[in-house]
């Protein structure tokens, strides 16, 4: 379970001199965890930087022994003493969400930045019918620079934008709590996962939901620590996570959309294919050659099917 930090509850602020409060009920979610220790000030700024003061906040805090006060947040923190894992510890979250009657959860990711008025946006811009939201993701360390290019998505209604591929995370997401809690309720974990993000969107598509884009950024920071990163350039560790994180991912889905078996069976041929070191040199140098406009998550990864018919019949 997480134990909360004191008994006083969420933190609640009020928008001063607001002649009429926003009735919608949102809270934000954040994690903090040792690895990110560097960056939480800049993440806490953002925070309190916000334009909207509307909603609540929970920290959960992953064996963070350190107290946030001294980086700037003196709100509600809960603590990992069950030591879950990433899937249970965003579950429990969700489920917190729903137990509390909330109608929005927004997540951010302490790693990055956000913009000051991405809550405000996401408040607004709310549709009882659109499942999830998110914005623009920009580089921290070059504002100027859209990590998607353009690419993404204004909505997203189907599995088909979604499969091969991801580019909603949890640091530019929300949930529409109130639409979608039975669902979300229902809503099956496994630790054999890794992109919790790529997961419950996918699931909430599979059960006839949608996204919409809104008009907001989050800043978000590459680093060695970062799983995914920057998706433009592949590597042999990035091709090993890559496909690990495909195959989980698909081996997982394949219980609510059949699309996901034929998935699953591609990606597998390809992961035998490249234990030879030989075949795996080659396929490295053949994506960044051919797919170096990539920019969703784990959109480089291709399996053989999607190459030119030619491309490896020396290979063979």
């Known amino acids: ?58 920290i959960l805090s992953d064996k963070f022994n350190e107290d946030l006060e001294k980086y700037g947040y003196d709100g509600k923190i809960l603590y990992n003493l069950d030591e879950l894992n990433i899937f249970e510890a965003r579950k429990l979250i969700i489920d917190y969400s729903i137990e509390h009657n909330y109608d929005l959860l927004i997540f951010a990711d302490a790693d990055d930045v956000m913009a000051k008025n991405r809550v405000e946006i996401i408040i607004k811009s709310y549709e009882d019918n659109v499942s999830f939201f998110y914005n623009d993701l920009y580089l921290l360390f070059n504002q100027n620079i859209d990590f998607f290019k353009g690419k993404l998505p ?42 919790f993000d790529w ?39 990035k091709l090993g996570i890559g496909l690990m994180v495909k195959k989980y991912h698909y081996d997982f889905m394949k219980q609510f959309n059949e699309i996901y078996k034929g998935l699953l069976d591609k990606i597998m041929i390809l992961e035998e294919k490249l234990n030879n070191p030989q075949f795996k040199e080659r396929y490295i140098r053949y994506i960044n050659s051919k797919y170096s406009d990539s920019v969703f998550w784990w959109e480089n990864i291709k399996t053989l099917d999607k190459f030119e018919k030619d491309a490896f019949e020396d290979w063979q």
């Open 154 to 195: 204004n909505r997203i209604s189907d599995l088909e934008k979604i499969k091969d591929y991801n580019f909603l995370g949890m640091s530019h997401t929300a949930l529409n709590i109130k639409k979608e809690k039975k669902i979300l309720k229902k809503m099956p974990i496994t630790k054999k996962m890794i992109a």
């Open 199 to 237: 997961y419950i969107h996918s699931y909430i598509l599979s059960k006839g939901g949608c996204g919409k884009k809104v008009n907001s950024k989050t800043y978000y920071r590459t680093y060695d620590d970062n799983i995914a990163g920057f998706t433009n350039y592949l590597t042999e560790k």
């Open 1 to 58: 379970m997480f134990k909360p930090k004191d008994s006083n509850g969420i933190r609640k602020i009020k928008k001063k001199n607001s002649k009429k409060r926003n009735i919608m009920k949102t809270l934000l979610v954040s994690f903090v965890y040792p690895k990110i220790k560097q960056y939480l000030k800049d993440f806490f700024i953002s925070l309190s930087s916000q334009t909207s003061e509307e909603y609540d906040i929970i």
